[in-house]
């Protein structure tokens, strides 16, 4: 039997579930490289998802704890798109990857994981990712520690936006 080791999913396992918004706990802990939030805007912010699809899946949320569509003033819906692009451009510098899946998921059937809290998600994607772990194992791999990704990350929306 192969193994797969993914040490650092040992906080994970053994963590007390968090309560309230993990988006809004986010922004509101004051340390942004624990909290993994790359980026504040003025009406939005962008954080890596914590358990990640890919390496590089980020979420571009509004600070704004709407969980209606409906709610988000135009501004604020500009700014999140506007970031969606700035973390392609990001994840183009940083990954190299060959396409994007930007997604949305509104309402727990949708798939929501952070139900009442809006979040735009940004996925890098490579030729060939899809591999057998997802169908026979129903594992991913995720082939860099989030930390690592984090600071590569990190670096690039710095050059970005200074």
Partial sequence: ???????????YLKAEPESG????????????????????GENAFVIM????YTNGHLMVAPYAHLG????????????VMELCQLC????????????FNLGLNIGRVAGAGVENHLHMHVVP??????????????ARVISQH???TYDELAKVFLELTE
């Fill in 1 to 11: 039997m192969d193994r797969l080791h993914a040490p650092w999913r040992i906080d």
């Fill in 21 to 40: 918004c993990v988006l809004c706990n986010a922004i509101g802990r004051g340390d942004d490289r624990a909290a993994l939030v790359l980026h504040r």
């Fill in 146 to 148: 989030i930390e690592e």
């Fill in 88 to 99: 392609c451009r990001a994840l183009a510098i940083a990954s190299r990857p060959h396409g």
């Fill in 68 to 79: 209606d569509l409906q709610a988000i003033v135009p501004a604020v819906w500009t700014e």
């Fill in 49 to 52: 998802n914590k358990y990640p």
């Fill in 125 to 138: 994607r490579w030729n060939g990712d899809v591999n057998f772990m997802p169908v026979l194992a129903d």
